[in-house]
T-cell receptor, first 111, second 114 residues
Framework: DAKTTQPTSMDCAEGRAANLPCNHS???????VYWYRQIHSQGPQYIIH???NNETNEMASLIITEDRKSSTLILPHATLRDTAVYYC????????????FGAGTQVVVTP | SAVISQKPSRDICQRGTSLTIQCQVD?????MFWYRQQPGQSLTLIAT?????????ESGFVIDKFPISRPNLTFSTLTVSNMSPEDSSIYLC???????????FGQGTRLTVV
């Protein structure tokens, strides 16, 4: 599976957009980009996923570069409850559901 | 989404004993997985729980230490055997739904071995 690289931590002001980058330079054609987050002491929560097109749902937007080597998760209006560890994961169609978690990005939203 | 119930939510166990963790899903799912999260670390996949056959273990995990059962499409158990303090972790159950290509997690079982 392709590996991902994320910044260790990020701070974000409440009410502002949070842009979380992820590099996945070795991603292959059948691998999707998934984003999860884990709020302290809880199970990981699905946020969004995509293959090559940009995606948007009620939680966030996912922007994938044209070469698919990197992506950005956008939380449009960060709240204090968005403080969590965010994981960018690539998942191949050959191994649906098997998530290889990296270290993730610790996002702290401050008032 | 899928509703996943894990039991127990937490436990403190003596070294040398075993603990069985249950994972119940509110609907039938083909794929179920077990993960471990050691203190301050990310999640690591232990195994895929296969219905009607032996579980498929990831590198570094063996059946004797982490036996898994999957008697039907809504239920699975993970046993942590002959526990040592190094087994103190959060153990999480996950299911994957092909209809919306999302994986869902239970809230985890926080295990402390003393």
């Amino acid at each position: 599976d392709a590996k991902t690289t994320q910044p260790t931590s990020m701070d974000c002001a409440e009410g502002r957009a949070a842009n979380l980058p992820c590099n996945h330079s070795t991603i292959s054609g059948n691998e999707y980009v998934y984003w999860y987050r884990q709020i302290h002491s809880q199970g990981p929560q699905y946020i969004i996923h995509g293959l090559k097109n940009n995606e948007t749902n009620e939680m966030a937007s996912l922007i994938i570069t044209e070469d698919r080597k990197s992506s950005t998760l956008i939380l449009p209006h960060a709240t204090l409850r968005d403080t969590a560890v965010y994981y960018c994961i690539v998942m191949t169609t050959d191994s649906w559901g098997k998530l290889q978690f990296g270290a993730g990005t610790q996002v702290v939203v401050t008032p | 989404s899928a509703v996943i119930s894990q039991k127990p939510s937490r436990d403190i166990c003596q070294r040398g004993t075993s603990l069985t963790i249950q994972c119940q899903v509110d609907s039938q799912v083909t794929m179920m997985f077990w993960y471990r999260q050691q203190p301050g670390q990310s999640l690591t996949l232990i195994a895929t729980a296969n219905q009607g056959s032996e579980a498929t273990y990831e590198s570094g995990f063996v059946i004797d230490k982490f036996p898994i059962s999957r008697p039907n499409l809504t239920f699975s158990t993970l046993t942590v055997s002959n526990m040592s303090p190094e087994d103190s972790s959060i153990y999480l159950c996950s299911v994957y739904r092909t209809v919306n290509t999302e994986a869902f997690f239970g809230q985890g079982t926080r295990l402390t071995v003393v």
